[in-house]
Nanobody, 111 residues
Framework: QVRLVESGGGLVQPGGSLRLSCKAY????????VTWYRQAPGKQREMVAT???????DYANSVKGRFSVSRDNAKNSVNLQMDSLKPDDTAVYYC?????WGLGTQVTVSS
């Protein structure tokens, strides 16, 4: 059974950084396309970053230059490095391989 587990969320001040991790169980993440989404209260879920099977990346305009997605094959994980965080980045962040979704991790950016 495939499971994805997100971690690394928390409370951070504006301008701060967080590193989210999406760890896969029952799936070899080395060859998977993985997408990070987020959903803020009262808003629709939106794509944040995508890592393709060939390790190409794509980002939402709102996070370009601040977020970076990468693969950690040793840990069977895909990471989302988030820098220069803003209050608008507050949301629950989810990862998916297109079939399976994690339960999400809360990111709160507030002073």
């Amino acid at each position: 059974q495939v499971r994805l587990v997100e971690s690394g969320g928390g409370l951070v001040q504006p301008g701060g950084s967080l590193r989210l991790s999406c760890k896969a169980y029952g799936l070899r993440f080395s060859y998977a396309a993985v997408t990070w989404y987020r959903q803020a209260p009262g808003k629709q879920r939106e794509m944040v970053a995508t890592l393709t099977t060939s390790d190409n990346t794509d980002y939402a305009n709102s996070v370009k230059g601040r977020f970076s997605v990468s693969r950690d094959n040793a840990k069977n994980s895909v990471n989302l490095q988030m820098d220069s965080l803003k209050p608008d980045d507050t949301a629950v962040y989810y990862c998916t391989d297109g079939t399976t979704w994690g339960l999400g991790t809360q990111v709160t950016v507030s002073s």
